[in-house]
Nanobody, 122 residues
Framework: QVQLQESGPGLVKPSQTLSLTCTVS??????????WTWIRQSPGKGLEWMGL???????YYSPSQKSRTSISRDTSKNQISLQLSSVTPEDTAVYYC??????????????WGQGTQVTVSS
C-alpha cells in the first residue's frame, strides 16, 4: 500500500518561498496511470487543488496559482516537491500530497498524506 508523508517548515515569513517535500513509499512515482498532486485547505475554506506532476514528469498547475507554484520530483529518492513563492498569510493552510489515479475515464484521489500545517506569519 502506498504511503505519502509531507515534510517542511511549519512557519514561513511573508514574501518568502514555501518549500515542501512529499516522500512516497510502497510505490514508485514513475508508475504509469498515476500523478502526484498538491492540495491545500485553508482555515474555514474548502480543498484547493494547486497542481500535479505526472508519472512522466509533466506538470500542470491551477491557473490561480500558476505564477507562484513549482512542482518537481526526485526519482532517486521517490519524492515530490512543492515550492510556492511570495507567500502571504492567505497561504496559511494544511498542505496535502495526494496520489491521483485515472482509469476508464474516471479520476480519483486514492492515497493522501496526513497533511502538514504551514503558517505564514512574520
Amino acid at each position: 500500500q502506498v504511503q505519502l508523508q509531507e515534510s517542511g517548515p511549519g512557519l514561513v515569513k511573508p514574501s518568502q518561498t514555501l518549500s515542501l517535500t512529499c516522500t512516497v513509499s510502497g510505490g514508485s512515482i514513475t508508475s504509469a496511470y498515476y500523478a502526484w498532486t498538491w492540495i491545500r485547505q485553508s482555515p474555514g475554506k474548502g480543498l484547493e487543488w494547486m497542481g500535479l506532476i505526472s508519472h512522466d514528469g509533466s506538470t500542470y498547475y491551477s491557473p490561480s496559482q500558476k505564477s507562484r507554484t513549482s512542482i518537481s520530483r526526485d526519482t532517486s529518492k521517490n519524492q515530490i516537491s512543492l515550492q510556492l513563492s511570495s507567500v502571504t498569510p492567505e497561504d496559511t493552510a494544511v498542505y496535502y500530497c495526494v496520489r491521483r489515479g485515472a482509469a476508464y475515464g474516471q479520476i480519483y484521489f486514492d492515497s493522501w498524506g496526513q497533511g502538514t500545517q504551514v503558517t505564514v506569519s512574520s
